[in-house]
């Protein structure tokens, strides 16, 4: 069974550009989470799906951050305008239903320059 | 919110060795999970552990969640063990806390 499948691995952009992340969870997996891991601390919600819907947005800063998941499978994660502050690991989780197991992606390892 | 706090910070063992990884937290959770991070950044996950003891292995778990409390046991570590070991916690809504991590090294 694969598991969770992100990209890309990793990217630099320059700070004011946009970004896009994509994640395409364990087949089946109706929950889908984005993380957020600065280096040293541990990963932090951004936001929660159940299906296509975003049952948990609270911590997404909205200004600039935004994420879709259409027909409740794939999802993208965007920044626009990127800030020197937003490099860190973006980590995408499934789990079966809420409060399940969670399963990890590799990560998408942002440099903002 | 709740507070998840772990100890050690940081843990140095000689192959061999057995350990103790703590995880503390602040309130009354629905859930409790144990991951190990890799060198490589993965997020693996351990053990799904809101009560009781579970063994895996060489790794055990135990969550007293009356106590506020659950505890990982390594024992005969690997060089491979090593890696940043995360306790996280779910309270009501489904969210998932984690601990800053206990950094594990596992020397030959």
């Known amino acids: 069974e694969a598991g969770v499948v992100q990209s890309p691995r990793y990217k630099i952009i320059e700070k004011k550009q946009p970004v896009a992340f994509w994640c395409n969870p364990i087949?089946?997996?109706?929950?889908l989470y984005w993380y957020l891991q600065n280096l040293g601390q541990g990963p932090e919600l951004l936001i929660r799906?159940?299906?296509?819907?975003?049952?948990?947005d609270s911590q997404l800063p909205k200004d600039r951050f935004s994420a879709e998941r259409l027909k409740g499978v794939d999802s993208t994660l965007k920044i626009q305008p990127a800030e020197l502050g937003d490099s860190a690991v973006y980590l995408c989780?499934?789990?079966?239903?809420?409060?399940?197991?969670?399963?990890f992606g590799p990560g998408t390892r942002l440099t903002v320059l | 919110g709740i507070q998840v706090e772990q100890s050690p910070p940081d843990l140095i063992l000689q192959e061999g060795a057995n350990s103790t990884l703590r995880c503390n937290f602040s309130d009354s959770v629905n859930n409790l999970q144990w991951f190990h991070q890799n060198p490589w950044g993965q997020l693996i996950n351990l053990f799904y552990i809101p009560s009781g003891t579970k063994q895996n292995g060489r790794l055990s778990a135990t969550t007293v969640a009356t106590e506020r409390y659950s505890l990982l046991y390594i024992s005969s570590s690997q060089t491979t063990d090593s890696g940043v070991y995360f306790c996280?916690?779910?309270?009501?809504?489904?969210?998932?806390?984690f601990g800053e991590g206990t950094q594990l090294t596992v020397n030959p």
């Open positions: 799906y159940e299906n296509e819907e975003a049952v948990d």
């Open positions: 996280a916690v779910e309270t009501s809504g489904s969210r998932l806390t």
């Open positions: 989780a499934s789990s079966l239903l809420g409060r399940d197991t969670q399963y």
């Open positions: 087949s089946g997996h109706n929950t």
